[in-house]
């Protein structure tokens, strides 16, 4: 099962693919039969069965660890509160785990809240033991939080912002300079900052968000990678774009790692059976996944009137229960179909934002485990090596012999060896294109003279 890939990549900048799955709890309730629509706050852990709680965490954690094989960069994930999103409410814990069972891959643990924390030097010191124990393969993503986070943790939405920045840049001191120091702040005071174990290396801090327009000033201001959260394409260009401009005012030319896309995936061999195979899970998840009250995304204070100005200006409240999956596919939410298809899509979307860092999305945990499987399996062997010629990771050194990932395997095996076969009806048959729709699967009409007579 292969397809030509020989048509040259038209992205001339280095693009690191990170692999992501969301390990949500799929046993609940239709949205639509919840007195509270929400998933984030209130949903009742009664709907909670630890047989299958743990089998969607065992699952996500192997998933996640296997991206090192199928050849992604990296892998992403987020930590979520209160329901059933993902079965990580400490995502420095879970990268601990990935760290333990992974050599190479870089690893974004996206979500520790700050403002969760007494003191950002707690955070500190989990993050210089994990980065110190992956060997320097941490990213940290410092989101704000979901409003609805602010709710579930009991934090205070009003002084969000200020005691978020405040606890970034003592957090940012902590990781970078010796100790002990003194820190006199709004809202930490602290007479000995003294982070231990100390750090080698430069930890690299990524920023999720929306479209804040503080945000995008801070990951301009601190040379970070700014990630878009659940924008459609055409924001995530003029977001992108945004970001750039603002970090010309800093006066440096950004590196195109500094942006990172989330684009959601499916793969299959032809369009017709990857939409058949994720038509439900889309679904399900646009129907049940982000239907949430404005007080709830939104509690006062949490958002500044500029950019709740910017959202509310950007479509704010399309109502995603009513998208059909040829809706999410046209406005580019997701990404769906042959591995072709999903390479002109994904060169579009890189080429159309100049993002340097991709987070793919192959689930958010309602796919089936050997459907996902087998996604990441044709989607390693038949649309990474587009972009990887060599069939390496970026990170990666050259072996000498053999293979290491299966992307690997797809781009240095040889093609000029015959394909498997059978006779069938006086003809030889490629088995592995004899079961997918529109392939003509006949090598060549058969006889006996064929066969080499010992």
Same mark, same amino acid.
């Given at each position: ?19 992501? /799955?969301? @390990? ?8 639509? =039969? ?7 706050? &209130? ?12 089998? /969607? ?7 996640? /660890? ?9 892998? #992403? ?20 785990? %990935? #760290? ?6 870089? %690893? ?7 403002? #969760?924390? +007494? ?7 989990? %993050? ?92 301009? +201001? ?37 942006? #990172? ?25 646009? +129907?049940?996944?982000?239907?949430? !009250? ?20 950007? @479509? ?13 596919? =046209? ?11 999903? %390479? ?18 192959? !689930?958010? @945990? ?6 996902? &499987? ?5 989607? !390693? ?9 060599? @069939? *390496? ?17 797809? /781009?240095?095996?040889? *093609? ?13 048959? &490629? ?21 080499? +007579?010992?």
């Amino acid at each position: 099962m292969t397809t030509s890939n020989s048509d040259a990549c038209k992205i001339k900048h280095d693009v690191e693919f990170f692999g992501t /799955v969301e @390990g949500v709890y799929p046993n609940i309730p239709y949205s639509g =039969d919840r007195p509270s629509k929400s998933i984030y706050i &209130d949903l009742p852990n009664t709907y909670y069965d630890p047989i299958q709680g743990q089998n /969607v965490l065992e699952n996500t954690l192997d998933v996640l /660890v296997s991206m090192e094989k199928y050849g992604l960069d990296g892998v #992403a994930f987020t930590e979520q509160h209160n329901g059933p999103i993902n079965p990580f409410p400490s995502g420095m814990v879970a990268a601990a785990y %990935i #760290a333990a069972r992974t050599s190479r891959l870089k %690893i974004v643990a996206s979500g520790p809240l700050l403002n #969760a924390y +007494q003191s950002p030097i707690r955070l500190a010191e989990e %993050i210089a033991l994990v980065s110190q124990m992956s060997h320097g393969r941490l990213i940290v993503g410092l989101p704000m939080g979901l409003g609805q986070q602010y709710h579930s943790l009991g934090m205070n939405p009003a002084t969000a912002r200020e005691r978020h920045k405040e606890g970034h840049d003592l957090l940012a001191k902590a990781l970078s300079e010796p100790g002990p120091f003194t820190w006199r702040g709004k809202f930490f005071n602290q007479n000995y900052v003294n982070v231990w174990p100390r750090l080698d290396h430069k930890v690299d801090f990524l920023l999720p968000s929306g479209g804040s327009l503080e945000t995008l000033e801070l990951a301009a +201001q601190r040379r970070y990678t700014y990630q878009t959260v659940l924008n459609h394409r055409p924001l995530m260009k003029a977001t992108m774009d945004k970001f750039r401009e603002l970090c010309r005012k800093e006066g440096y030319e950004p590196d195109p790692k500094q942006s #990172a896309c989330v684009i959601q995936v499916h793969v299959a061999e032809t369009d017709e059976i990857a939409r058949k195979e994720v038509e439900a899970e889309y679904l399900w998840d646009y +129907q049940n996944y982000f239907e949430t !009250s404005a007080v709830e995304t939104f509690p006062p204070g949490y958002t500044s009137l500029n950019s709740m100005k910017a959202i509310l200006s950007n @479509g704010y409240g399309l109502d995603t229960k009513k998208m059909t999956l040829q809706d999410l596919i =046209d406005n580019n939410w997701v990404v769906v179909g042959s591995p072709q298809t999903v %390479i002109e899509k994904l060169e579009e979307t890189i080429l159309e934002t100049g993002c340097g860092r991709v987070l793919l999305n192959f !689930s958010t @945990g309602i796919k089936k485990r050997w459907l996902l &499987d087998k996604c990441l399996t044709i989607f !390693s062997q038949e649309v990474l090596p587009h972009f990887r010629k060599n @069939g *390496k990771p970026l990170d990666e050194r050259t072996s000498p012999q053999g293979f290491d990932t299966t992307m690997e395997y797809a /781009v240095k095996r040889r *093609k000029d060896v015959p394909s498997p076969a059978i006779v069938r009806d006086g003809y030889l048959i &490629d088995i592995w294109k004899n079961a997918i729709p529109g392939e003509d699967p006949v090598i060549r009409k058969w006889e006996e003279t064929n066969t080499t +007579q010992g």
